[in-house]
């Protein structure tokens, strides 16, 4: 278990998203931890092992992190922006619906208000999105992201279930929404 652990840190892609002073400061925790395992920590319990390997837990996080994310923010970008045009595409819908539908002058004028926020909200999160993939080209693997993959989820999940409430408010029918 311990040698995987020290294989990995010394990848080649590990490498790429860790500096030296990291990798060294897991190794370091990672021979301590062994050390520990044949000796004080040999009848150990769990709750004690568990804790003392979350000394080197904590340490490889973030360098794990931004392993993952290599692959997961370019996958979570192209997703992001499939959806914005999926949901701008239904402002769209909603804007033909108060047109030729049967609402209120009242409901129509709090549709539109609704909808004209969600499209205000999706040109935002989409030009945040390219603002952030315009910083991180300047980041180093080893660096901490300007944008991750769980960032552009939580923000497409906001807007999605916003989106559906407005959908409704408007009585538009979901056919083909893939959120």
């Known amino acids: 278990m311990l040698t995987n652990a020290v294989f990995e840190v010394e990848s080649d892609d590990f490498v790429a998203v860790s500096q030296e002073v990291e990798r060294k400061a897991i190794l370091t925790s990672l021979e301590q931890l062994e050390d520990w395992l044949f000796d004080a920590g040999a009848n150990a319990n769990a709750e004690t092992y568990r804790a003392k390997k979350n000394e080197t837990d904590v340490l490889l996080a973030p360098a794990v992190f931004r392993q993952v994310e290599i692959t997961r923010r370019p996958a979570a970008i192209t997703r992001c922006k499939n959806e914005l045009k999926q949901l701008d595409g239904l402002y769209t819908k909603i804007l033909n619906s108060t047109a030729h539908g049967n609402h209120t002058a009242e409901a129509k004028t709090a549709i539109e208000k609704e909808a004209g926020e969600l499209k205000a909200r999706l040109d935002a999160t ?21 944008l991750n993959s769980e960032e552009i989820a939580k923000k497409m999940q906001e807007l999605a279930k916003e989106a559906v409430a407005v959908l409704k408010k408007a009585n538009v029918t979901m056919a083909g929404l893939r959120i």
């Open 126 to 146: 989409g030009k945040w999105v390219e603002e952030k993939s315009e910083l991180q080209k300047g980041i180093k693997p080893y660096e901490t992201p300007a």
